[in-house]
């Protein structure tokens, strides 16, 4: 075998260092805010707040969050999965949360999530299109759900500066 083709089958074999970078990236942090570093101590009160006429709250960018990252991990793992329609589906009507346990409830949704996406990764091949899909990957999912997810915490640290409530 050739060199180049010598490296290809160790980049697809040796999947480890790809997992680990991913798994960093959808964790949060490096470059980027974690959600849990954006979310922190934020009171409560101030959840439903739309600074400036913005169209967003921080508890719907957070349930947004949550909402297309279930869609993302139950469409890469269930071929039966139906997706909510966008955008409706997507975006909470309630500014804010009815109270603080569906706040916590929303968060720690996310992270469970999160970690089944995870799991998923580590059990799946990256490359291999998904069956019920049309050419995704778990890769493409992964970078989805990281893309998704920086672009609108990077708004909710924007809300809080605006509300003064950022560090």
Same mark, same amino acid.
């Given at each position: 075998m050739d060199r180049e083709t010598l490296l290809l089958m160790n980049c697809i074999t040796n999947m480890e260092p790809l997992i680990e970078e991913l798994k960093k990236l959808l964790k949060g942090g490096g470059a980027h805010v974690g959600l849990k570093d954006a979310t922190a101590d934020i009171p409560f009160e101030l959840l439903g707040e739309r600074p400036y006429a913005l169209p967003y709250s921080i508890w719907q960018l957070v349930e947004h969050i949550r909402i297309a990252q279930w869609d993302m991990l139950e469409f890469s793992k269930d071929g039966n999965h139906k997706s909510p329609v966008w955008p409706d589906e997507y975006w909470p009507k309630e500014v804010a949360p009815t109270d603080k346990s569906s706040w916590d409830k929303a968060l720690r949704q996310i992270e469970e999530d999160l970690k089944a996406f995870v799991e998923l990764m580590q059990q799946r091949d990256l490359y291999e299109p998904i069956a019920?899909?049309?050419?995704?990957? +778990?890769?493409?999912?992964?970078?989805? +759900? @990281?893309?998704?997810?920086?672009?609108?915490?990077?708004? +909710?640290? @924007? +809300?809080?500066?605006?509300?003064?409530?950022?560090?």
């Open positions: 019920h899909g049309t050419g995704q990957t +778990i890769l493409r999912e992964a970078f989805q +759900i @990281v893309d998704h997810a920086a672009y609108h915490i990077a708004e +909710i640290v @924007v +809300i809080r500066r605006l509300l003064g409530i950022w560090k």
